[in-house]
């Protein structure tokens, strides 16, 4: 069972930066693809990023690209999302999630997901 854990939410201003942690646990967790997903009030879960079991391989948003950059330790089985130049419109709750295999934007490819963080950003 993979178990995730996600940290480095809270209240940033507008054009901020944060950067978010994702602990898993388990026995093949640094075998898994890990993406990072948001899903704001009212709206659908969006697909953010995401990082290949290896790291070899990652993945954006259109709108993120140039802005955010994924990256994973397998030997502490993290990953995080560093996010730089943050808009208003990006305040969510953010999740990150594992499957085996290749990485996914699609959610609903993702078999286990953490309790998510929250991002606030002010303007």
């Known amino acids: 069972q993979v178990q995730l854990i996600e940290s480095g939410g809270g209240l940033v201003q507008h054009g901020g930066s944060l950067r978010l942690s994702c602990a898993g646990s388990?026995?093949?967790?640094?075998?898994?693809?890990m993406g990072w997903f948001r899903q704001a009030p009212g709206k659908e879960r969006e697909f953010v990023s995401a990082?290949?079991?290896?790291?070899?391989?990652?993945y954006y948003a259109d709108s993120v690209k140039g802005r955010f950059a994924i990256s994973r330790d397998n030997a502490k089985n993290t990953v995080s999302l560093q996010m730089n130049n943050l808009k208003p419109d990006e305040t969510a709750v953010y999740y990150c999630?594992?499957?085996?295999?290749?990485?996914?934007?699609?959610?609903?490819?993702?078999?286990?997901w953490g309790q998510g963080t929250q991002v606030t950003v002010s303007s």
């Open positions: 990082i290949s079991w290896s790291g070899n391989l990652t």
């Open positions: 388990g026995p093949t967790v640094n075998k898994y693809a």
């Open positions: 999630a594992a499957r085996p295999f290749a990485a996914d934007r699609r959610p609903g490819e993702y078999n286990y």
